[in-house]
């Protein structure tokens, strides 16, 4: 009797190679897994003979209708060929086999390296490694965003949305719509929707603006992806405020910008700190409510930053985030509507004044940049999702957006009021309370030398969200601060996270 | 009676600037619009008295209660000031005008450019322009892709896919998932889907993963543009096959590649053509089904292009846009299930094989950068809508995915049947068809010098997709042929495009 070809292979039989394979795959998709690996794995070499399908179903103890299946794979892969009259063998298009030992040696020889080749373990494979750029877009995501994640939990109160409303508008819409909404649809967005977000804003924000410059993107961070990839060159310099919102300035370096700051005070962004030069090509910021202070942009520097970037030629991006929730006085119209020369583009997001789950925002560009902005568009990630679209502007028109924005903003004024009056009873002068007439969130200031850091670390989850002041700061020496995130808290926990923190910040208290 | 300042101003009345403005706003708004204009335009001048509210009513011929309005909100913005007793006056924080005139003016003047300055026009302001980048990267969505979507319309034949069940699944998880789910989501995806993903992918293509290597996107160019930033240093090479498929070459290009195209024949890439020195560092393939061609890579290259890959530490990028559409035969394994090395990322989409409008695709990368990948896609764009993501993981998991993959594989199998028939019988030896095995498409080669733009650009609308083959090509000299879209359309539709094209694919034959 001929010695089993797989013994002369050297190997006694083709066992399952591990238990880890049991992945609910049927067996013989697992036996031709088992006899592929061997192959690439040098047991079978080209040209050998495999074991007859009688000999292996016997050795793996499986039937001989589940061998052929396999082999039947390799076959069609490939991996072995058929001899009429004298079996199966490993195909010889399987010359030199990928092994994980081969980058090494192949490295080796290219670079003329010859000492000890034949002795010399061989060298593990290189380990993956990013591009610089792709380091820094990495790092930026897992250092400041992950923890600003963590630290500043969303400020929205889901709770709140009417999500039944919601519901019956996106089986509506599903019913509705039949095939046609399944199909590509407009970079752009769907023109209900750009329509809808047009009127909004012109009445509202008093944006100058028709449907035809509205962009419906996922998110503000595509927004500023977008806006830098088409405004700016590589290694341009765009200039956020300091202290700003991370997750901007992460976008606007991951486009390849180099991010400088401005400073903010009281008044806003400090206009006099913007560079006279006209090197810097962008200019990120958040006039109407600014992130994190929390202050108001005031006319005369609203009109010189429109003035700067007429004489230096630079964009400006203005984002509006959560401007509609505001709960003393009048909301300041929009920066963008005073810029007649049109080197504004506005931003805004439905991930914070609906839910962050329903990823859509938006970009108002001049009119002489939409069809670039909406081609570029359809290359970065073609459109966002019809269905979402088509309901978010049943939404808006039906007249449920603004019912909504009028119930939000009277449950979370309450919210800041009760926040303000327990800050002001329980921590006293340890804490200065920054503006709090618009937004979600508020600056409790503390006194210089006292470490936010620390009592954000030391404060206990839930409630409100606590994160330190400094984080926000880019180049400027941080000024200490708790950010407090009301939004999303009863007025229950709201007192409680107070009381809470009370003993923290007495004792960081000079 | 003392002169109405507005004529002291050298205007009579502050009309309504341009009936344009009736867009549904209150009267008081538009009125404040319209003042607001007069202030920025420098007819209000800043210290001017405004006329009184008694006045402005008349003129406008608006109630003084609509006039008192308005001038609340220009207080409230900081454009007017009141001083008790003697009127309502422009602010003097609006010292200098933006106005459309002004930045030519101060960029002669900053230049140092003296002549002519008090009589010469004011020079219009420059026109908005992109940056390099931008340029490219909008003309490569103006142009290239453009005219793809409309030569290539969607391949998916969106009325078979299961639309009802889908929304049944919508309807449950909208209803079941509450607030939970409207809160921020994870950036890698929800953990059920990159689940249902992993399992997919290991049992049907022979990708080895498990759900951390998942990564849940929109789209296969936002899977592209995420692994070109990270992967590569800006202006680093990426090869793609030659002709290949825009959208990626697009993605590469935008992410700041340059793009160099390798030759694909009847084989699939031309691993032999792949550049022997380190420069490329990543390449993008369709091994399973070549975008155009439609051929299959052999086992032999497939194995070249990963030892290559492992010789030169370059990255290579996966594309198995429709294999599951296998027509005759089994399919090919992945690519990346070959690989041992770790240097395959592999991408796939539900755009295609389920409905465009979904945007959900996923990217498949080796463990050691999930970690890396998933904080970047944080920076990006956040994270997938999710009610979409959970709705698609229930979709798998309750096995209407295979069941839909099955039957539309037979409906698409009678729809090739009936164009390669056709084909066969209409069009004769004027053309010769490439592989049909597998996908949505297929190609028709024309014999050399035959112009299959002509053709395409003649060819009436409706029924089948044409494009013409030269147009996918990068460096190489065009090889003239028709790309045929069949997935979306009925049998009669295809017999009837057939017939219609007839006469022009003869005029053309030589």
Redesign the interface.
């Given at each position: 009797m001929a010695e089993s070809p797989s013994k002369r292979a050297g190997s006694p039989v083709l066992p399952l190679l591990s238990g880890a394979d049991h992945?609910?795959?049927p067996l013989h998709?697992r036996v031709y897994?088992q006899m592929?690996e061997h192959i690439?794995r040098g047991a079978l070499r080209p040209g050998a003979r495999l074991p007859s399908a009688r000999m292996l179903a016997a050795d793996l103890g499986v039937s001989r209708n589940t061998i052929e299946a396999a082999v039947?794979?390799l076959r069609?892969?490939?991996?072995v060929v058929r001899r009429v009259g004298s079996g199966t063998f490993v195909?010889a298009?399987?010359?030199?086999?990928?092994?994980?030992d081969?980058?090494g040696r192949?490295?080796r020889a290219?670079s003329g390296e010859r000492g000890g080749r034949a002795s010399a373990p061989p060298a593990p494979?290189?380990?993956?490694r990013?591009?610089?750029?792709?380091?820094s877009?990495?790092?930026?995501?897992?250092t400041e965003?992950?923890e600003e994640?963590r630290a500043n939990p969303?400020a929205t109160d889901?709770?709140g949305?009417p999500?039944r409303t919601?519901?019956r508008l996106?089986?509506r819409r599903?019913?509705q719509v039949?095939?046609a909404?399944?199909?590509?649809?407009d970079?752009a967005g769907v023109p209900r929707l750009r329509q809808a977000i047009a009127?909004h804003l012109?009445?509202t924000r008093?944006v100058r603006c028709d449907a035809a410059q509205v962009i419906v993107v996922?998110?503000t961070?595509?927004a500023v992806?977008l806006a830098a990839?088409?405004?700016?060159?590589?290694g341009?310099t765009a200039l956020v405020e300091d202290p700003g919102y991370p997750?901007a300035r992460?976008?606007l370096a991951?486009a390849?910008a180099s991010v400088r700051g401005v400073p903010v005070d009281r008044g806003g962004l400090v206009t006099d700190a913007l560079p006279d030069e006209p090197g810097a090509?962008l200019l990120y910021l958040t006039p109407s409510h600014q992130f994190p202070l929390g202050v108001t942009m005031?006319?005369?520097r609203r009109?010189a930053v429109?003035?700067w970037a007429?004489?230096t030629?630079a964009w400006v991006l203005e984002d509006d985030y959560d401007s509609e929730f505001r709960y003393d006085?009048?909301p300041?119209?929009s920066l963008q509507g005073?810029?007649?020369?049109?080197?504004t583009l506005y931003v805004g997001t439905f991930?914070k004044v609906l839910?962050?789950?329903?990823?859509l925002a938006y970009l108002v560009v001049?009119p002489?940049?939409a069809?670039?902005?909406?081609?570029?568009?359809?290359?970065?990630?073609?459109?966002?999702?019809?269905?979402?679209q088509l309901s978010l502007a049943d939404f808006i028109t039906d007249g449920h957006f603004t019912a909504h924005l009028r119930q939000a903003r009277q449950r979370y004024a309450a919210r800041r009021d009760a926040l303000v009056r327990g800050v002001a009873a329980e921590w006293g002068d340890a804490v200065r309370l920054g503006p709090s007439d618009t937004g979600l969130h508020l600056v409790a200031h503390l006194r210089a030398g006292v470490s936010d850091i620390h009592i954000a670390r030391a404060a206990p989850a839930g409630g409100i969200g606590i994160a330190p002041l400094s984080r926000y700061y880019l180049h400027r020496k941080p000024s200490p601060g708790l950010l407090l995130t009301y939004g999303a808290a009863t007025l229950e926990e709201i007192g409680a996270s107070i009381r809470r923190l009370a003993p923290l910040v007495a004792r960081e208290r000079r």
């Open positions: 992945d609910g795959a998709a897994r592929r690439l039947t794979q069609a892969e490939g991996f195909a298009a399987v010359p030199d086999l990928v092994a994980p081969r980058p192949r490295a290219r494979p290189p380990p993956p990013l591009s610089s750029r792709g380091r877009i990495a790092q930026l995501g897992a965003l992950e994640a969303c889901v709770r949305f999500v919601w519901n996106l089986a599903a019913r039949g095939a909404a399944l199909l590509p649809a970079p009127d012109r009445l008093g996922n998110s961070q595509q992806d990839r088409l405004l700016l060159e590589p341009a997750s992460a976008a991951a390849g090509r005031a006319l005369a009109l429109l003035r007429a004489a030629g006085g009048r300041l119209a005073l810029d007649p020369a049109g080197r991930n839910f962050p789950a329903i990823r001049p002489a940049l069809a670039d902005f909406i081609a570029a568009r359809r290359v970065l990630d073609g459109f966002s999702p019809t269905l979402l």
